[in-house]
């Protein structure tokens, strides 16, 4: 079935320096990627999301790149910093129609000040 | 405007007891779905609501999950009895279609359910 693969579980960085999660995919007719921070107590919150004709979006310091082909997309921070300490969702749904939202299992992301 | 509203935030019960879960969605979403995350694995799909109507259950478990939507407003999600596998964090999104025929779902703050 369905399924999307994220890495690694958890991360921890230099507050600073940058931070890449990476997920596949296993379904050809996801065409849409959302990524999700939750922070503690709150719910899952999209932060940027990326669709499959598009190889690359970019929001101040987060951006995102797919590989449709190889069915792998990942997201980067860059100069990370204490606010970024979260639990991050990568996931696949497609865009164009009300459907389930696929979700990674996770990458807990702590910043070292 | 309002985000999605989930009640109770906590709830512990015992197994075999009943409880039951309420989410509000964002006025005016005809979509509504229940995700749920048990013991820190991936947040997994249970149900889909298009108003009062179910359009797609095929993630509810067994049949002791049981979710409604009267009135195509908000839903509950009734577990009946309990097990102590449904320990985990229910979540309620709910959507709309916005610019660009882009469906965001936007998720509430989630319920704790602990079966001891």
């Known amino acids: 079935g369905e399924n999307v693969e994220q890495h690694p579980s958890t991360l921890s960085v230099q507050e600073g320096d940058s931070a890449v999660i990476k997920c596949t995919y296993s379904?050809?007719?996801?065409?849409?990627f959302p990524w999700y921070k939750q922070e503690l107590g709150k719910g899952p919150q999209l932060i940027i999301d990326?669709?499959?004709?598009?190889g690359e979006k970019k929001d101040q310091r987060i951006a995102v790149t797919l590989n449709k082909t190889a069915k792998h997309f990942s997201l980067h921070i860059t100069e990370t910093q204490p606010e970024d300490s979260a639990v991050y969702f990568c996931?696949?749904?497609?865009?164009?129609?009300?459907?389930?939202?696929?979700f990674g299992s996770g990458t807990r992301l702590s910043i070292r000040p | 405007e309002a985000g999605v509203t989930q009640f109770p935030s906590h709830s512990v019960i015992e197994k075999g007891q009943t409880v039951t879960l309420r989410c509000d969605p964002i006025?005016?979403?005809?979509?509504l779905y229940w995700y749920r995350r048990v013991m820190g694995k991936e947040i997994k799909f249970l149900l889909h609501?298009?108003?009062?109507?179910?359009?797609?259950e095929s993630g509810m478990p067994n049949n002791r999950f049981l979710a409604e939507r009267t009135g195509g407003t908000y839903s509950t999600l009734k577990v009946q009895p309990a097990e102590l596998e449904d320990s985990g964090v229910y979540f309620c999104?709910?959507?709309?279609?916005?610019?660009?025929?882009?469906?965001?779902?936007?998720f509430g703050p989630g319920t704790r359910l602990t079966v001891t």
């Open positions: 996931a696949a749904s497609s865009y164009s129609s009300a459907s389930k939202i696929i």
């Open positions: 609501f298009v108003k009062e109507s179910k359009q797609d």
């Open positions: 006025s005016g979403h005809d979509n």
């Open positions: 999104a709910s959507s709309q279609e916005g610019r660009q025929g882009l469906y965001e779902q936007y």
């Open positions: 990326i669709r499959s004709n598009v």
């Open positions: 379904d050809s007719a996801s065409n849409y």
